[in-house]
T-cell receptor, first 113, second 113 residues
Framework: GESVGLHLPTLSVQEGDNSIINCAYS??????FIWYKQESGKGPQFIID?????DKRQGQRVTVLLNKTVKHLSLQIAATQPGDSAVYFC????????????FGQGTRLTINP | EPEVTQTPSHQVTQMGQEVILRCVPI?????FYWYRQILGQKVEFLVS????????KSEIFDDQFSVERPDGSNFTLKIRSTKLEDSAMYFC???????????FGPGTRLTVL
């Protein structure tokens, strides 16, 4: 069943500030997580992923943190820009080794000028 | 940069009609997927396809749905007799390996009247 969920449906931040988007999961055996960005009228775009043998992974202006103890992951976006405005989804395979990705509801991030 | 493409961008059809949604995955990818997103809802998995056969499918993917890779480049989703509730964005995705990043296309908006 669905195991990936998001705490907040919307988030507004000032341009240049940092943003944090949160995601909870319920399956303690989950071993791979992905963050996708979906701009209006477009398909999901891969941002960053993390495997359960890590608790932090950094990309360009983005950091994903994984807390396996409380089954929580977060996406941090540093120095937000107008182009960061989008819906952000966390996703995970339905079960270990599955190809089916289960997406959360999404958080709409709005960057205010 | 290679990308997944989909046609048409918008398809309007009458209830009960057949539709075929087309996708061209990234050329060296071997795994192909269809997802759908009803307006305002999360992305839902429909089916995955590898080596000319379905490898996983969801409960949504009933007998009205079928997929095909008719040649070396196209990947299609057919809905035999559309229902009003089939109205959604349909996203094709592909990946180079089973548990690698899935790249999504821009989607086809299907409207069933």
């Amino acid at each position: 069943g669905e195991s990936v969920g998001l705490h907040l449906p919307t988030l507004s931040v000032q341009e240049g500030d940092n943003s944090i988007i949160n995601c909870a999961y319920s399956n303690s055996a989950s071993d791979y997580f992905i963050w996708y960005k979906q701009e209006s009228g477009k398909g999901p775009q891969f941002i960053i992923d993390i495997r359960s043998n890590m608790d932090k992974r950094q990309g360009q202006r983005v950091t994903v943190l994984l807390n396996k103890t409380v089954k929580h992951l977060s996406l941090q976006i540093a120095a937000t820009q107008p182009g960061d405005s989008a819906v952000y989804f966390c996703a995970e395979p339905d079960r270990q080794g599955a190809q089916k990705l289960v997406f959360g509801q999404g958080t709409r991030l709005t960057i205010n000028p | 940069e290679p990308e997944v493409t989909q046609t048409p961008s918008h398809q309007v059809t009458q209830m009960g009609q057949e539709v075929i949604l087309r996708c061209v995955p990234i050329s060296n990818h071997l795994y192909f997927y269809w997802y759908r997103q009803i307006l305002g809802q999360k992305v839902e998995f429909l089916v995955s396809f590898y080596n000319n056969e379905i490898s996983e499918k969801s409960e949504i993917f009933d007998d009205q749905f079928s997929v095909e890779r008719p040649d070396g480049s196209n990947f299609t989703l057919k809905i035999r007799s559309t229902k009003l509730e089939d109205s959604a964005m349909y996203f094709c995705a592909s990946s180079g390996a089973a548990h690698n990043e899935q790249f999504f296309g821009p989607g086809t908006r299907l409207t069933v009247l």
